[in-house]
């Protein structure tokens, strides 16, 4: 195996069979793939494509049909490896009854972690996902988005080397999603290695150095975010706001140079960009609502203080 490399698969295959033994889902064919020590790395692909399969294989929740697994120098079958890999399930696994506190707890001595470690690092971890607030309710009354955040802390309690997500943004709002790829972005700073997986590009896009693209259970694309996403055929000039006249002047620098049609607009911000710009701004300056252009004048409304619960997506 590459030095490099913290996960290393060769012609990894799954079919699931009936009860009966039979053939009946080939979940991956003949995955390979390598993943680098310290990079973000993403796999992608629609409802179905094998990306949970592949998470359970790496860690040995299931054997391979064909093929084998090397994790962290180790092959996947050896329980010893997860002692240096955190793992975040599709579906929250946690117990319902046991508060925040108890849950990182509980886990913490599953490591053999001791007393004082275990409340050091709770108290980090429930920082680091902001739930100091929740930290004494029952996981039964958090929102999906605490969920996921408790979820991700759960999977961090042993400081892993490696971090395995699946669907990390699932169910989350966009400021909720936000948090989660920074926190992502996060562990990558620590000099943690993340494979996540999702159905969502954006997320890929945003936080991801390299990514997978799967479907049916085979590996379609593989690269270099900022690589697959350049549009090779296309220059991009900005500049802020540029008179008529000196938007026809470029257009003439340009036309002297090749003679095809080219755009002048504004950039687009995406919905996901304003949404968040919007509701960072209304907790900047409570109270500011929406004006319709013209209205600008007209006394501003009264304002009614967000509830505790706008703030636990
Ligand atoms: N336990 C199982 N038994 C039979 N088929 C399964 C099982 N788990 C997953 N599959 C099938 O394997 C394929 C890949 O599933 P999965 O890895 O969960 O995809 P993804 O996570 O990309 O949505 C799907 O066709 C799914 O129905
Ligand atoms: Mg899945």
């Known amino acids: 195996m590459n030095s490099e490399a913290v996960i290393e698969t060769r012609s990894l295959s799954k079919v699931y069979r009936d009860f009966w033994g039979r053939k009946k889902v080939r979940a991956l064919n003949s995955l390979n793939l390598e993943v680098k020590q310290g990079e973000i790395f993403g796999l992608l692909g629609p409802n179905g494509s094998g990306k949970t399969t592949t998470i359970k294989l790496l860690l040995g929740l299931l054997f391979p049909t064909e093929g084998t697994v090397e994790i962290l120098g180790q092959p996947a079958t050896d329980v010893s490896k997860n002692q240096r890999i955190g793992y975040l399930p599709e579906e929250s696994y946690l117990y319902r009854f046991l508060n925040a506190d108890e849950t990182l707890d509980f ?95 954006s997320d890929v896009q945003d936080v991801c150095d390299r990514v997978a693209i799967l479907d049916g259970g085979e590996l379609k694309v593989l690269g270099r975010v900022d690589e697959l996403l350049k549009n090779q055929g296309i220059t991009q000039i900005r500049a802020s706001t540029l008179s008529e006249d000196a938007i026809a002047e470029v257009k003439a620098v340009i036309a002297k140079h090749n003679n095809d049609t080219i755009d002048v607009d504004h950039p687009v911000t995406t919905l996901e960009d304003l949404f968040l710009k919007t509701v960072r701004d209304s907790a900047d300056r409570p109270g500011q609502r929406y004006v319709p252009p013209g209205e600008d004048k007209a006394a501003p409304a009264e304002s009614l203080p967000a509830s505790e619960e706008a703030a636990e997506s």
Do not use: W
Not at 136 to 142: A, S
Not at 147 to 160: D, F, H, K, W
């Open 107 to 201: 886990y913490g001595r599953l490591f053999n972690m001791s007393k004082a470690d275990r409340r050091k690092r709770t108290d980090e971890l429930l920082d680091m996902v902001k739930l100091q607030h929740a930290r004494k309710r029952q996981l039964r009354e958090y929102s999906k988005g605490m969920t996921r955040r408790i979820g991700l802390a759960q999977a961090l309690i042993n400081n892993p080397d490696l971090v395995l997500l699946d669907e990390p943004t699932s169910g989350l709002d966009p400021l909720g999603t936000r948090d989660m790829k920074d926190m992502i972005l996060n562990l990558r700073d620590q000099g943690k290695t993340v494979l996540m997986c999702s159905h969502v590009l």
